[in-house]
């Protein structure tokens, strides 16, 4: 009997082990997407000829000839050699570009080189950085021109275009701002008053000599010696006679 059951196996049952799960984020909270990169990436130890057209944001770092034409974002690398016009929405440059650029934000780092124009909404620059062509600066996308404050076509106050100052026989201007003597001369005279032609005596000077007798006198002298021509009168002689 005991050989009967010492020849019998004990079987064991062994639990499985638990199975680890994924810690699951809280509610409202979103993983984080990986970041987006440049679709495509021209390396350093490439070339390329032609025209290249991508709605994506592409890297160069190779050597390009022809004409980029792109919707999303540039990245011209240090290594990069690029003969061609540049057309995209953000443009970086760190290698070399003998072409035109034209975009809504352009950057140039310290490495960087331009031999053409530029045309765009922001430019910023690094010390360093060298350009040689002409910067255009173009409003933003969706902007207002703003009107001229003022109009060249306008004409001055009280006059219009083509229109003379006429002068009237009453206006008269100073001497030293455009007038002459003979202006100034007519300020002083009322219209139709007669001009005067020579000495006149003033009529204080008339109404002192018919007050007083002696003045009358002595101009009664004076007229008498003018007769004489201007010679000494009968009184001067009697004296040197005696």
Known sequence: ???????????????????????????????????VGF????????????KLKSSANIRLDGTFTGTLEITGNVLVGETAKITADINARNISIAGAVRGNISGRKVQLLRT????????????????GAFIDGKITMVPPEGAVPRPDEFDETESPVGLSQGQDYD???????????????????????????????GPS??????????????????QTDSSEGQAYGGDSGPDDETKQST
């Open 112 to 127: 960087g080189r331009v031999w053409g124009d530029i045309h765009a909404a922001a430019l910023t620059t690094e010390e």
């Open 201 to 218: 005596e003033s009529p204080l000077v008339e109404n002192i000599s018919q007050d007083n007798p002696e003045v009358n006198a002595v």
């Open 167 to 197: 002068r009237t026989p009453g206006d008269t201007t100073p001497v030293g701002m455009g007038a002459t003597e003979e202006d100034t001369d007519d300020m002083f005279h009322e219209p139709g008053e007669p001009e005067a032609t």
């Open 39 to 50: 679709e495509t990436v021209l390396g350093a130890n490439s070339a390329l000829e032609g």
């Open 1 to 35: 009997m005991m050989s009967f059951f010492g020849n019998r196996r004990q079987t064991t049952e062994t639990a499985p082990e638990p199975i680890s799960k994924k810690p699951e984020l809280p509610q409202g909270i979103v993983a984080p997407q990986p970041a």
